[in-house]
């Protein structure tokens, strides 16, 4: 197997190709797995505001299920104090 008898630049240019390659495919993945990301995300977003609405229903369900508290008995204001009476020595 006789190796191909190539020129300095026809090299270059191979090696410049394959760079190029590379990169294209790099960048591909890198979308890829980007848009990947952003699904996923998406997804996660979507299901956090599901279980807050359910968090939300429960709470609602367990209010409704818990019987009212008794109301408090109304407090009485205190008693007014006594109209002043003079001392002994005011009059």
Request: charged share 35%; hydrophobic share 30%; aromatic share 4%.
């Amino acid at each position: 197997m006789g190796e191909e008898k190539l020129s300095v630049a026809e090299v270059e240019d191979q090696i410049a190709d394959y760079r190029e390659e590379c990169h294209r495919q790099v960048q591909e993945m890198l979308e890829d797995h980007q848009n990947r990301i952003l699904d996923l995300e998406s997804d996660h977003r979507f299901g956090l505001v599901e279980l807050y609405i359910r968090l939300e229903k429960a709470r609602v369900r367990e209010e409704a299920a818990t019987p009212p508290s008794p109301a408090r008995p109304a407090t009485t204001p205190p008693a007014e104090s006594p109209a002043h009476t003079p001392c002994i020595s005011e009059t």
